[in-house]
C-alpha cells in the first residue's frame, strides 16, 4: 500500500471501500473530514482514488468510523457504481398530518415492503440495528453493498423509511378509525381498538418502533417523534372532550390516555399470532381496558370530585 501522496490503481478500490463505509454510517464527506483533522477536498480525492492513502491513515479513518481496517479492505465494491449514488429522497414529517385517508382500516394486506428494506427489516429485527450491517442486508436481498447505495444511503435512512412508512400507515388507519365514532366515547374506543389491532397485525414494525428510536440520530428521532405525538394527541383529544362530557371519571385523565396508548404499543413485544387470542379479541379486550382506565361512565352525570390521595378512598362511580 503507497505511502506517499501519488496515487496507485488499487487506490481507487481502496477510496471506493473508504467511501462505501462512511456511506454506511450516515456520515458526510464533511463530517469524516473534521473527525480526521483533513479538508474535505483532501478526502475526495481519497475516496476517488486519486492520492495514497497510508497503512496510518487508513487506521486512522477506521477508528473514525468505528470500524476495523480488515472490515474495510472486506467490502465488495461495484466497478459500474457511481462515486455518489444520488440519494433517495429523506421521507418527509409533513406525512403526519396529510395524506389519503384508507376506509378498510381493520384490514391489513402482507407488508408491501421493496426487498432492500425488507431485509432490512429482517436483520434489524434479528440482530439489532446497531448489530446489522449493510453487507448483511445486501446478502438477504441479494445485492452487492454498493448496490444497495442505488436505493439507500446508508443504514440510518433504511431505518428512518422503515418507521416513516409504519408511522404513516398507522396514522392514516387511525384517522379512518376515528372517522366513524359518534362522540368522543366511541371515537376513544375506535382508536384504543386500531392502536391494538396495528401492534399485532404489524408487530414487527411496532417492534422496531419500540425498540430502536434509540439509534436514530437527532433530526431523525425528533421526525419520527413528531408522527408519534399526532398520534396521542388524537387520542388526548378524544379523552378531553369526554372528560368535558363526565363521561370519563379517571382521576388524571392525561396520564391515563398515555397508559391506553402505551399498553396498546406493548402488544409487539409480546403477542404472537399462533398464542391463545387472536389480534381481533386482543382489540376487544384492550378497548375494555381502555375503558376501564378511564373509569367510564355510560350516562353523562355531573362532576365528581376526586378522593383525597391521603385519603386512599375513591368516590363510588
Not at 270 to 292: C, K, M, N, S
Amino acid at each position: 500500500m503507497p505511502t506517499s501522496g501519488s496515487a496507485h490503481p488499487a487506490d481507487g478500490t481502496l477510496g471506493a471501500q473508504v467511501r462505501t463505509a462512511r456511506v454506511a454510517q450516515g456520515l458526510s464527506l464533511r463530517s469524516l473530514a473534521r473527525t480526521l483533522g483533513v479538508s474535505p477536498a483532501t478526502l475526495s480525492q481519497i475516496e476517488n482514488g486519486r492520492t495514497g492513502l497510508s497503512v496510518n491513515r487508513l487506521s486512522h479513518i477506521a477508528d473514525a468510523l468505528g470500524l476495523t481496517v480488515p472490515q474495510i479492505l472486506d467490502i465488495v465494491v461495484d466497478p459500474d457504481s457511481p462515486a455518489e449514488p444520488p440519494p433517495r429522497p429523506a421521507p418527509r414529517a409533513e406525512k403526519a398530518t396529510a395524506g389519503p385517508v384508507i376506509t378498510q382500516w381493520r384490514h391489513y394486506e402482507p407488508l408491501d415492503f421493496d426487498p432492500v428494506l425488507r431485509a432490512a427489516l429482517d436483520e434489524i429485527l434479528e440482530i439489532g440495528y446497531h448489530g446489522a450491517t449493510v453487507r448483511g442486508i445486501a446478502a438477504r436481498c441479494g445485492l452487492s453493498v454498493s448496490g444497495i447505495y442505488h436505493y439507500y444511503t446508508s443504514k440510518q435512512q433504511m431505518l428512518l423509511t422503515i418507521l416513516d412508512l409504519t408511522m404513516t400507515e398507522l396514522l392514516m388507519r387511525a384517522r379512518a378509525a376515528q372517522a366513524e365514532g359518534r362522540d368522543p366515547v366511541e371515537r376513544f374506543s375506535l382508536l384504543i381498538e386500531h392502536l391494538a389491532l396495528f401492534h399485532t397485525h404489524r408487530r414487527e414494525l411496532g417492534f422496531v418502533g419500540a425498540s430502536e428510536m434509540r439509534s436514530f440520530d437527532t433530526d431523525n428521532r425528533r421526525t419520527i417523534a413528531h408522527m408519534r405525538t399526532v398520534q396521542q394527541r388524537m387520542v388526548d383529544r378524544e379523552v378531553e372532550a369526554a372528560v368535558r362530557e363526565h363521561r370519563f371519571r379517571a382521576d388524571h385523565p392525561h396520564e391515563a390516555a398515555r397508559a391506553a396508548v402505551t399498553m396498546c404499543t406493548a402488544l409487539s413485544t409480546w403477542w404472537r399470532p399462533d398464542g391463545p387470542f387472536t389480534a381481533e379479541q386482543i382489540a376487544e379486550q384492550y378497548v375494555g381496558f381502555a375503558l376501564d382506565l378511564m373509569r367510564f361512565s355510560r350516562s353523562p352525570g355531573p362532576p365528581f370530585a376526586p378522593a383525597s390521595p391521603s385519603s386512599g378512598v375513591r368516590p363510588p362511580t
